[in-house]
């Protein structure tokens, strides 16, 4: 699994690990940048890695492992060893693996999608144009054309990645198993979030059952046909409030929300903004920090409407935590760490889209408009909660082991299908995944974000958004940590409050 270096080579201090870990990081995410901003055809991961071969060697992993085996727990030199360990093992499985990620990222850049009449659609776009098309059997076909091609060439690459990945995990021994593992190194306990997804998709299984209808009549004209997620992907379009959310007003009044509450919108020059169209540009935006916290890039495809406007802010959240991170803390908690606090951020920021004041003030949404706006949105949260619970579930059979490969796009189609009510392509079971559970992360932030909004409006009151004292402290008692600490333990220190999912359901159901 590692690669091959030379005595000269050989990492022999979590000093050096550090320096050269950093070099090489700002190597990889630059490239993925220009990949998938599109500003190239493909990413180039392989010369990366084996120019920075040392950096994840044996020596590396010798050195970082006898450091976390003799720090003592609950330290901070054993949060510091636990994240290298984690690191140095996904650098080696990261370089095995380069020629199937690029190849992954190659067709999805350059992949064309045949439709019936004889037309084509770029892969990169399906997504926009489905969610923009208002007739069902037109974004079906698309759909069914883009699962097709998906299943015959994409799958089999997205699979065959998911179980090397797998394998390599287990083989270095860290713990029994893919899922120990991950706990072990991650510090994350996965069985119980599961339990704690599973309690929801009970809780609000209620919700889900009285609001999922209307909206599919209401917005669609759908009354009796079993819903796909070609039809979610409209639905959640919401394209009747799209005059409330112009495309050239977005990131004018973004920045204007930031300036009032008492930050800079881009770190004093460190964020660039890339929120116009372009020929490559996959249609998932994404925030590239490649170098923290000096140049960090915010990128998004524009699809229209409100949801741009809730993209960009998500975005801007990560943005603005890379690039406002202390120069002076350690690598790993600059680079590494719980992705749980940064998506946190990021959700934080998206979820001004469900304040009526931010949205009275920058928005075009009207007083008359508002009720339903919040309702929409309300709804939309519940089913991206429920998705994602569905997703772990999944997943953790996924990487659990105990089904075999060729059953679980059965089990991804019936676990979907239960949390959202939505009919799955069975083509997505391997596509649909985030590796290294990350869905894990974006449910945990779900929670964190909850309670630091309810941190913020008990400091700063309702309207903590445009209060001029907000964004000093928000970057210097969040974004100024970096990564340091797993989502629960800021929880705990900001709010003195746990992780969990009640907030969340309180909030939709009072919007509900």
Not at 145 to 169: M, S
Not at 234 to 252: I, N, Y
Not at 316 to 340: I, K, M, Q, T, V
Request: net charge negative; hydrophobic share 40%; aromatic share 10%.
């Amino acid at each position: 699994m590692s690669a091959p270096t030379t005595h000269a080579d050989q990492i022999t201090s979590l000093d050096e690990l550090r320096q050269r870990g950093e070099a090489f990081l700002e190597d990889v995410s630059g490239e993925y940048h220009a990949a998938y901003a599109g500003l190239k055809p493909g990413a180039e991961l392989q010369p990366i890695y084996h120019r920075h071969a040392s950096t994840y060697g044996d020596g590396a992993l010798a050195t970082v492992r006898q450091a976390f085996a003799s720090a003592k727990p609950g330290t901070d030199d054993d949060r510091s060893a636990r994240l290298l360990l984690d690191w140095v093992i996904g650098s080696q499985i990261g370089r095995t693996l380069a020629p199937l990620e690029e190849r992954e990222i190659g067709w999805e850049v350059n992949a064309t999608i045949a439709l019936p009449d004889g037309g084509a659609e770029p892969y990169q776009r399906a997504a926009i144009t489905i969610a923009n098309a208002t007739d069902a059997e037109a974004r079906n076909g698309l759909d069914r054309a883009r699962a097709a091609l998906v299943g015959a060439e994409l799958a089999p690459l997205k699979q065959e990645r998911l179980q090397r990945e797998r394998d390599l995990v287990e083989a270095a021994g860290v713990a029994p198993g893919y899922i120990a593992a991950f706990e072990a190194l991650a510090g994350i306990s996965l069985s119980g979030l599961r339990a704690q997804c599973e309690a929801f998709l009970r809780d609000t299984q209620g919700m889900w059952n009285d609001s999922c209808p209307w909206f599919l009549r209401e917005r669609l004209g759908m009354a009796s046909a079993e819903p796909t997620r070609a039809d979610a992907l409209a639905l959640f379009r919401a394209r009747e409030f799209d005059a409330a959310f112009p495309g050239d007003a977005m990131e004018r009044e973004v920045r204007r929300q930031v300036t009032e509450m008492g930050a800079s919108p881009d770190a004093h020059g460190r964020v660039r903004y890339d929120t116009g169209d372009r020929p490559g540009k996959r249609a998932r935006a994404f925030c590239s920090p490649v170098r923290i916290p000096d140049e960090v890039h915010l990128v998004l495809r524009p699809h229209g409407g409100q949801n741009d406007w809730q993209t960009l802010l998500h975005e801007l959240g990560h943005a603005l935590h890379f690039g406002n991170a202390e120069r002076a803390l350690p690598f790993e908690y600059r680079w590494l760490g719980d992705n749980s606090v940064t998506e946190g951020y990021a959700m934080l920021f998206d979820h001004r889209m469900k304040s009526p004041g931010w949205l009275a003030r920058y928005t075009g949404l009207g007083k008359s408009d508002m009720p339903g706006f919040m309702r929409s949105g309300a709804f939309e949260e519940l089913h991206f909660l429920r998705r994602y619970c569905g997703k772990l579930i999944y997943e953790m059979e996924l990487y659990g082991g105990r089904v075999g490969w060729d059953k679980l796009p059965d089990i991804y189609v019936e676990t979907l299908w239960g949390a959202t009510g939505f009919r799955y392509q069975r083509a997505d079971a391997f596509v649909d995944v985030d590796p290294g559970f990350y869905s894990s992360r974006y449910l945990r932030a779900w929670q964190l974000q909850a309670l630091l909004d309810e941190t913020l409006t008990e400091r700063f009151n309702d309207d903590w958004w445009r209060n001029p004292a907000a964004g000093p402290w928000i970057v210097g008692e969040l974004f100024g940590h970096g990564q340091r600490e797993l989502a629960d333990e800021q929880a705990q220190r900001v709010s003195g409050k746990p992780l969990g999912f009640a907030p969340l359901i309180r909030a939709i159901e009072r919007a509900l």
